[in-house]
């Protein structure tokens, strides 16, 4: 038979599916290890240093 045959990659524990075919994979790692992240006061302090140097704050 030259039909597609089921994946042949061992299924994750706790998992009915494979990790190639929706097992493992929670996403981007939170906070700091994830390289996007900024601490939250950061952006706060540098809009307020802008607002006093164009004097609009």
Same mark, same amino acid.
């Given at each position: 038979m030259?039909?597609?045959?089921p994946c042949q990659c061992p299924t994750?524990?706790?998992r009915g599916r494979?990790? *190639?075919h929706g097992g493992r994979s929670p996403g981007?790692?939170?906070g700091s290890g994830?390289?996007?992240y900024v601490e939250p006061?950061?952006?706060t302090e540098w809009w307020?240093? *802008?607002k006093a140097a164009m004097g609009t704050a």
């Open positions: 030259w039909g597609p045959t994750i524990r706790g494979c990790r *190639l981007a790692p939170s994830n390289g996007n006061g950061d952006s307020n240093r *802008l």
